[in-house]
């Protein structure tokens, strides 16, 4: 079990590569980008010293699937994935922001919410609400887009147009999509007997055109909960049995670690690194409803990537 933690490709007519946090993008002639989902893993903003083996799989073939189930809503970059860790898909221009959707308060909003705060992203909160509890509709709380190492920040729809980085028609057709989409996500969620809780959408625009962009519904962009058992839990104020990326989240907080200034981030043994790639595996079997396949390389995994990449283009 080996994790692909870097790629350094060289593939035709390319401009340029951009080391995102969990992905490499390729930029091939500025009209297409090939997508390479590494095995890379981040939380709080900061990558991770080991890679997650089948992690990268996981991802893009949970986003390709998602993706594919969602034209009717929204025109999307994705035109092929010719390899289990990659799409390759439309360049668009990106807005600089990120839109977040919340079914449920939890994560950092039910933390923000416990220590007092009853306004996020410019969404009033009302008094008396639990962790896990369901929102009546689900809240949009869009976040700007950081630079690698720096964290995210609450935006909110006003500050957004204010900035300029939305117009006011472009804006509101992200608010229709990202809701449709999480009705979608949703629906899809309650057939494999998942809650869909909170994801996040980026969008950008191509030839004028607004695309949905990059992953969706996946482990590390959304948050599941099991749906059997969910009252049961919410009633006797229990944490939920989740499917989500938070489980990590909770062993870095629980070893000391929140991607704070002079934090250390705690061994990752052979023991945790298994049992994260284990719960990935089983978010993708919950999700998609299908036995996962792991892509064994006979060879190196690279070279299967590169073939496979070069053939499509």
Known sequence: MKAITKTDFNFPEQKSVYHGKVRDVYNINDEKLVMVATDRISAFDVILPKGIPFKGQVLNQIASKFLDATTDICPNWKLSSPDPMVTVGVMCEGFP?????????????????????????????????????????????????????????????????????????????????????????????????????????????????????????????????????????????????????????????????????????PEMTDAIVTSISDRYIELYENITGEQFQKEEATGDVLDRIEKNVLKEL
């Open 97 to 265: 922001v990120e839109m977040i959707v919340r079914g449920y308060l939890c994560g950092s909003a039910w933390r923000a919410y416990k220590s007092g705060v009853r306004e996020i992203c410019g969404v009033k909160l009302p008094d008396g609400m639990r962790e896990n509890e369901k929102f009546p509709t689900p809240i949009i709380t869009p976040t700007t887009k950081a630079e690698i190492g720096e964290h995210d920040a609450d935006i909110s729809k006003e500050e957004i147009l204010a900035q300029g980085l939305a117009t006011p028609e472009e804006y509101a057709l992200l608010e229709k999509y990202t809701l449709a989409l999480f009705q979608r996500g949703t629906e899809i969620a309650a057939q494999r007997g998942l809650i869909l809780v909170d994801t996040k959408y980026e969008f950008g625009k191509h030839d004028g055109v607004i695309y949905l962009m990059d992953e969706i519904h996946t482990p590390d962009s959304s948050r599941y909960f099991y749906a059997d058992g969910y009252a049961e839990k919410f009633a006797k104020g229990e944490p939920q049995k989740q499917l989500s990326k938070e489980f990590v989240r909770e062993w870095l907080m629980e070893n000391g670690f929140q991607g704070k200034a002079g934090q250390q981030v």
